[in-house]
């Protein structure tokens, strides 16, 4: 099998209006689709796309644990324009030394996170 690039990526919210105002305004993401089926591009390459399980006879069984590392130039810049806008974070930005991570959830809990790899 050859993979040649990943298209999108669910993300299951509870609420479509609120999710996709979220991702919209207050992350200042670019929206691609709309409707029952909110779009998001994240960079060149891929999508972020609010799924209401319900539009597919399935419930809402809980928010993604795993974080979607979201790529950013800075991290503490791009954490303090968020935390003007009234995002949370869990903890302070973390170093591994390889990178810089800050970890926030959107409104259902889903766990997001700032990152940039500053080391080959």
């Known amino acids: 099998m050859i993979v040649e690039r990943t298209d999108f990526v669910s993300v ?10 979220f991702y919209r ?15 998001f591009r994240l960079g060149e390459n891929a999508f972020l796309y ?3 399980p319900t539009n597919i006879g399935q419930e809402f069984r809980g928010p993604h644990t795993a974080p979607l590392a979201l790529r950013v130039p800075d991290v ?6 968020l935390e003007e ?16 991570m800050a ?7 889903n766990v997001l996170m700032l990152h940039r790899r500053y080391a080959a």
């Open 50 to 52: 609010l799924l209401d």
């Open 85 to 100: 806008r009234g995002v949370a974070f869990h903890g302070d930005t973390f170093d591994t030394g390889v990178c810089h």
């Open 12 to 21: 299951p919210v509870t609420d479509l209006e609120r999710s996709t105002a």
């Open 103 to 109: 970890h926030f959830t959107d409104p259902d809990g």
């Open 76 to 81: 503490d810049a791009a954490r303090r324009e």
């Open 25 to 39: 305004d207050v992350l200042g993401l670019e929206q691609t689709g709309h409707g029952a089926w909110p779009e």
